[in-house]
């Protein structure tokens, strides 16, 4: 009876650990979920920088209409509203990329922009408020 619970416990003890093969699978089958996720998440995260963009150039363009009725008619900048007080310090004067949005007034109209992913003015995924006319008919 004593041999036959040794071997018990000594089967118990082999079969306590984990093998490297063992951890190298879970590992592996972790990294494929993670890689999965990631693929399905990254385009989405574009897409939200892309639509906080929009939303914060919307913001700065009431903010300097604003501006405008209470200043006069010039074309204030972003640091000039903030100054001012007209646009919170905390605010968004910066693209979700790091770099400040542009203003610009021409025949009573304002335009907020910004140069989108590439920081390259005048390409492609340049973002506008108000939108331009391609935009426009595209939508």
């Given at each position: ?12 003890r082999q079969q306590a650990g984990v093998s490297l093969v063992e951890v190298l699978i879970v ?107 391609k935009d426009d008919e595209e939508e």
């Amino acid at each position: 009876m004593n041999l036959v619970n040794t071997r018990k416990i000594l089967m118990r003890r082999q079969q306590a650990g984990v093998s490297l093969v063992e951890v190298l699978i879970v590992v592996a089958i972790m990294a494929m979920i993670a890689g999965g996720v990631s693929f399905a998440i990254l385009p989405r995260m574009a897409e939200a920088r892309v639509k906080t963009a929009k939303q914060g150039a919307q913001e700065i363009r009431k903010a300097v209409q604003l501006w405008q009725i209470e200043n006069g008619g010039d074309c204030p900048t972003v640091s000039q509203l903030k100054k001012d007080g007209v646009l919170d310090k905390a605010g968004a004067s910066d693209d979700p990329w790091g770099k400040t949005f542009q203003v610009k007034c021409t025949d009573g109209e304002v335009y907020v922009s910004s140069s989108g992913p590439d920081a390259k003015k005048g390409t492609e995924d340049d973002i506008e408020v108000p939108g331009r006319a391609k935009d426009d008919e595209e939508e």
